[in-house]
């Protein structure tokens, strides 16, 4: 389907920005602790409904302010003006900027989430092992859906996409402990091979939303299982 030289050309892509990914994740959690410091700071707190009402009323206003503006170019003011709420009110829950962008991320991811088990629940076609462990096809295809959010995630500072890293593969390990497929070797280690799927299928849709997508979810999804089969062979071996 796809000629040596385009897929060595995807996975050289893939390479280069799953280290970068990584770097960034790695630079992150040394930084914060976690790249869920936003999170991981409500967990210690009781609900605060005034304050969920303030960042749901800046999360609405920011997708607005980007629906109308284009993903650049959005400041603070324009988020509290917006939102109608007092600059005070947005530093409160975030330190600048760029931490309230990777807390608008981790809420999109959240409802990702979602969609993609309800997705898998609904569809009508029987979902292989592979998509079922790391749902790549419904992946790029609810990117596809909300690629004006997803290119401000990748193009502001701060590359908010490692933040999926984790996320997909700890889901790829569970599924794998599930079906009681886990398979671990001191050369291949299951964690490393989980983190090598995941951040490779980021990449791709790194490089696949700052190029405007001009490939189809079906398209990317069949060039990232081409790549991907090896080492889900591996994995899913018993």
Known sequence: MYDKIH???????????SIYTIQTLTLCRQKRGNCMGTQEKSKTKKPDRRAERS??????????????KGPSNISVTDIVERADVGRATFYAHFEDL???????FQQLWAGIELELEASLAASEVPVGLY???????????????KQIIFK???NTSGT?????????????EVGLKAR???QDSDEIPQHQAALFLAS??????????????????????????????????????T
Do not use: G, N
């Open 180 to 182: 009681e497929l886990a």
């Open 152 to 154: 401000r995630a990748v």
């Open 98 to 104: 760029p931490d309230f962008h990777r807390y608008m």
């Open 160 to 172: 908010y996409l490692a933040d999926m890293i984790e996320p997909l593969a700890h889901r790829l």
């Open 131 to 145: 998509q079922s462990l790391i749902p790549s096809l419904a992946i790029f295809r609810v990117v596809a859906e």
């Open 55 to 68: 960042k749901r009323l800046m999360l609405e206003a920011m997708r607005e302010l980007i629906l109308e």
């Open 200 to 237: 490779a299928l980021v990449a791709m849709l790194a490089e696949w939303i700052l190029e405007d997508m001009p490939e189809t979810p079906e398209t990317m999804d069949a060039i990232y299982q081409a790549l991907a089969e090896p080492t889900l062979k591996y994995l899913t071996s």
């Open 7 to 17: 897929l060595y050309a995807i996975l050289l892509t893939s390479c280069r920005k």
